[in-house]
């Protein structure tokens, strides 16, 4: 397997106040585990800044409007209870969306098998008309759009597991049948949604995984219920929305997922496309809150990425 890193070379831009989850340091733990010997094969690539009109592929007309408006001069600006906004944010968020867009285009271009990009803010949160829940813009909808709108993709599918549903995955998704969307998610936890009787037009999978549950409970959830899901949609694409605050040590949530289950999980996307899709694999980094937890599960997630069953490494 050849495997692209994009970096987000802007990435502190995005300022949050102090103690928030969400902040600079995550990418710097992100880059640090990846900088080991263990990924020299990775090929690396900086982000270039992407276009944020594009957001309107999944947004409404007025949303970048909105959250211009909502951008201070300096300082910091506030958008809902927990998602911030600063004076350099929508320029760190097209850095962001320009880091996932050239990881797709490397993937679909046959340049490598699978890309992963660590990049922030995270999107899944944000809804068609709402940025929420630290989210900005959903920057994996726009992917998948843009997949379909330039790459003549016909059918994409995104599978999130991160600890929180992608209520605004869903949000964009749940009425079009060319776009699957499968999510592992604790619940109850915010924001609330994610039920498995949520199934959208047939294009839905939610598995709802109980607090204090771990990796066994995942793992069959996604062979039960996501893995057979997937396949059975036959995307050309996958895109995986990547949060790693599922991990034991996440302070956010109370899932008991190990380092290591990010790789089987990971390999068995992997599995799945090569069975459906030759392999094409686009990662887009989304939550992890401890930052231990999140160089962990990074690490597993990407040396699953560059080399298989073969990758697997110990916790």
Known sequence: MTTLLVSQPNFADHVTPQGHPERADRIRAVEEALSRPRFDKLIRRNAPMGDLMLAELVHDSNYLAHLRNGRPAEGIGQLDADTFISANSLSAAATGLGGALAGLEAV???EVDNAFCAIRPPGHHAEIATPMGFCLINTAAIVAREAQRKYGAERVAIVDFDVHHGNGTQDIFKADPTVFYASSHQMPLYPGT???SETGVGNIANAPLDPETGGESMREAYADRIIPALID???DLIL??????AHERDPLAQL???SSDYGWLTGKLMDA????CGNRI???LEGGYDLKG???GVSHHVAMLMDGATGRLED
């Not at 496309?273 to 459906?276: M, S, V």
Request: with cysteine; proline share 4%.
């Open 256 to 258: 008991n997922w190990q």
């Open 240 to 245: 995986i929305s990547a949060g790693f605050d």
């Open 194 to 196: 994610g039920k498995a």
């Open 294 to 296: 999140l160089a962990g």
């Open 273 to 276: 496309a090569a069975q459906c």
């Open 282 to 284: 686009v990662s887009l």
């Open 233 to 235: 949609f036959a995307p």
């Open 108 to 110: 679909l271009l046959g």
